[in-house]
């Protein structure tokens, strides 16, 4: 389906659009996994770094969707990619990725990666519509150093 023309893609801004965002994550089901790196401290922190790949899509009066990127100087990452429910399958996810994808691009970003549970199968067929490879050989490791 075609995105709609009012529909428009713009960085996101602390603290002005915290709450909005959060709140669509809270409505975004079981593949967004709300932890502390959520809270505002942490979000702050974030975007002190790559404030220009954290994107929201919006209507003229509400935030639909969101995409926080990142890039350390090899990798990319994309985190809490969103949709509100009730615009999904109309291209939103397109957009926000293709928007991040060409600010990860002019930074120098070769090759990104994601985490997706294994039973977001939503959010597997987007990715895998994208072109996305499933590293299916490598464990996913994490550690808190704190
Ligand atoms: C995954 C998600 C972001 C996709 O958003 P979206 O705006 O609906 O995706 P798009 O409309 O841009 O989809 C583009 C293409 O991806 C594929 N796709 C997207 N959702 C799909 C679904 N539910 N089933 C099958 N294919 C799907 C299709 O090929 C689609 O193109 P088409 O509609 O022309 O067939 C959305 O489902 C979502 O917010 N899910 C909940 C949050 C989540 O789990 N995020 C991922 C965290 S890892």
């Not at 639909?64 to 009730?86: C, K, N, S, T």
Request: charged fraction near 30%; glycine fraction near 6%; hydrophobic fraction near 40%.
């Amino acid at each position: 389906m075609q995105t709609q023309a009012r529909i428009s893609i713009r960085p996101f801004s602390f603290p002005e659009d915290y709450k909005d965002v959060y709140t669509l994550w809270e409505r975004s089901g079981d593949g967004i996994h709300l932890r502390r790196s959520d809270s505002p401290a942490e979000i702050e922190k974030k975007i002190a770094r790559d404030p220009d790949l954290f994107l929201l899509a919006e209507t003229a009066d509400s935030v639909i969707g969101a995409v926080m990127g990142g890039f350390d100087g090899r990798r990319g990452m994309m985190y809490h990619l969103a949709v509100a429910p009730e615009y999904r399958r109309k291209g939103v996810a397109n957009l926000l990725v293709d928007a991040l994808e060409v600010r990860l691009k002019a930074k120098g970003c070769i090759r990104y990666y994601l985490l997706v549970t294994k039973d977001n199968e939503e959010a597997i067929r987007f990715y895998q519509a994208r072109g996305w490879e499933n590293m299916d050989d490598l464990y996913a490791f994490a550690k808190d150093l704190d």
